[in-house]
């Protein structure tokens, strides 16, 4: 399953960091799993990716992936790219559970 690019207001306060964080991508998942009314007890093992352009000289690619894992989210993938990410990669998505 598929999903849109991220596209939500930025929670920062001005001043601050304006890039795509893990923080973001915890964000994200959790507000897709809540909206699906999925209950936390059933996110344990549950993998997401998220991939985009961004502008952040020398990059203009960046992948990230998560998974629930004890409790917290954990990141498994950090992967900034000079060549940006293909569109088969883009966007966010739920990954294979673990």
């Known amino acids: 399953m598929y999903f849109n690019p991220m596209q939500t207001q930025n929670p920062r306060e001005e001043g601050q960091c304006l ?3 893990p923080a973001d991508l915890v ?5 897709h799993l809540r909206a699906l009314e999925i209950p936390e ?3 344990e093992g549950r993998r997401f990716h998220w991939a985009g352009a961004i502008d952040s ?5 960046l992948v990230m992936q998560c998974v ?13 790219r000079k060549d940006g990410v293909t569109s088969e990669e883009e966007g966010f998505r739920e990954l294979d559970r673990v």
Request: aromatic share 14%; net charge neutral; hydrophobic share 40%.
């Open 19 to 21: 890039h795509f964080q």
């Open 27 to 31: 964000a994200m998942v959790e507000a």
């Open 41 to 43: 007890s059933d996110w």
């Open 57 to 61: 000289p020398p990059f203009n690619g």
């Open 68 to 80: 629930r894992k004890q409790g917290d989210w954990a990141l498994t993938k950090l992967d900034r």
